[in-house]
């Protein structure tokens, strides 16, 4: 059985076409099919506040490919979700409704509460019983959980991402709120580490040294994050090798995930190779099995 989850980000919308396996009653996906596509509806959005006809059209086509690829696979359920730039845009329904029209596709679009929850679902079987602050970095949004135990204490989302720092809206208001929250919910009587997901974190993860398989140190994320700073984005394109849409956003991104550990006095950061597209997965099976 073939199931497949669409998230339609601010930066890139990505498609997961997996296997569900089961081995002695535990259930597991294997991945068989990813495609990634930087529709950037961010820079639209959180520019000039709706998604222009151009990027429209580009989302449609892709959906349509994206529907295409789910028949070829004999895809059996899926779930497409949108996060911060379609839920922000004046006319985001309205894409989706003609989304929907032309491909097929029915898109959800979440709130931040809702996106949190879907990746937290997921993330909780990578932590353990440590203090842990998980840190999720979109293109137009961030969202901030706290773990004892295992158990979620606390989560907001904040309007600050990648995309949207890379658009000029870098408020301090939110920077503040984000110190703010962190401050109030953080016990600082106890040790604290960090988990990071997003697109940036993973891809900051593979360029530095690390301390295991899925660890890190805040302190390599800030020499990788110069490092990649010091170079021109036309070097960090040809030189280090980035893709375009990750080059221009990879330095912004690395600073949340920095001023997050900061602020939370976190010094080591776990990435695993989860984030809402896994979730989504997972609600398709649940529904499924149903």
């Known amino acids: 059985m073939k199931l497949a989850a669409i998230d339609i980000g601010s930066n890139a919308a990505r498609m997961q076409i997996s296997t569900v396996l089961t081995n002695d009653d535990v259930i597991s996906f294997k991945r068989v099919e990813y495609v990634r596509f930087p529709l950037r509806l961010g820079h639209d959005v959180f520019t000039h506040g ?71 679902n997921v993330v909780v079987l990578a932590l353990d019983e440590r203090q842990t ?16 135990n295992r158990k979620k204490l606390a989560s907001r989302s904040f309007k600050i991402g990648s995309v949207r720092l890379l658009e000029g809206k870098d408020m301090r208001s939110t920077w503040a709120k984000v110190e703010a929250w962190i401050a109030e919910n953080v016990d600082h009587s106890q040790p604290i580490v960090a988990v990071g997901t997003g697109g940036n974190i993973s891809k900051l993860f593979n360029l530095v040294s690390k301390t295991s398989d899925t660890t890190t140190t805040l302190s390599e994320i800030i020499r990788m994050r110069d490092y990649i700073a010091g170079f021109s ?58």
């Not at 580009?58 to 295409?68: D, F, N, S």
Request: proline share 3%; net charge negative.
């Open 233 to 290: 984005l036309d070097d960090r394109i040809n030189k280090l090798r980035l893709n375009a849409d990750r080059a221009d956003v990879i330095v912004p991104a690395a600073q949340i995930y920095i001023s997050a550990m900061q602020w939370a006095g976190a010094t080591d950061i776990a990435v695993p190779d989860l984030g809402l597209k896994d979730g989504i997965l997972q609600v398709v099976y649940q529904q499924l099995a149903k």
């Open 133 to 148: 602050l998980h840190i999720d970095v979109g293109g137009g949004s961030t969202e901030l959980n706290l773990y004892i």
């Open 50 to 120: 709706a998604l222009t006809p151009e990027s429209v059209q580009r989302t449609v086509k892709l959906m349509q490919a994206y529907k295409l690829l789910m028949e070829l696979h004999e895809v059996e359920a899926f779930m497409a979700c949108a996060t911060s730039a379609m839920r922000e845009a004046t006319n985001g329904r309205e894409v989706a409704d003609l989304v929907k029209l032309r491909s097929g596709i029915p898109i959800q679009i979440i709130d931040g509460q809702k996106e949190a929850e879907l990746i937290n």
